[in-house]
């Protein structure tokens, strides 16, 4: 049996066309920029320390939106703008990707039990597209509509998984049943 996917780029790949497919045809959304975008954060957070990127000043890993809000604030400018990203980033991904993950992660004993993801995900995304001088006036553009459109891009995001579910879960023969 040969893999579905074996590199970075057929990742890549898998995800561009899953989400185009999703999005273009399922959705009825065309709108390549915010496509690719969703695509390539699904690549990103396929690593776990992409997930959980951002650092404080004292290089401590921030693994909360709390956290990372207050983060947020102590910085300027340009760090301050990517934080904001990343929050949004988050929040739509455990929202659209892993809904079942918020339970944990909005557990009553961590900072994030009162935050509302997407809320907080469409505030932060058009916080990050008010910086939009250059490099960043394209991708303002597209975090606009990702602020403008957080639900249905989450909406979205749930359907890729259960597409990416549905591939055949092929192994090397070689595997026996009690390798899995």
Known sequence: ???????????????????????QV??????PPLVDYLAELLVRF???ESI???RDIEGRRLE???DMLLEAEQRQANPRREIHRHIGDFTLFWTGVYPEALKRLKHWERKDSAIDYREQGKRSYYI???????PYRQEAHVLRRLSDHFELCSAGLRHVR???????????????????
């Open 46 to 48: 396929v690593r776990m």
């Open 64 to 66: 909360e939106v709390a």
């Open 26 to 31: 399922e959705l009825g959304v065309a709108d």
């Open 162 to 180: 259960r597409e990416w579910e549905r591939l055949p879960d092929e192994r090397p023969s070689s595997w026996s049943a009690d390798q899995n």
């Open 1 to 23: 049996m040969t893999r579905v996917v074996s590199g970075a780029d057929q990742l890549k790949r898998l995800f561009a066309a899953m989400t185009e497919h999703t999005f």
């Open 128 to 134: 990050a597209s008010t910086f939009d001088e250059e």
């Open 52 to 54: 959980f990127s951002p």
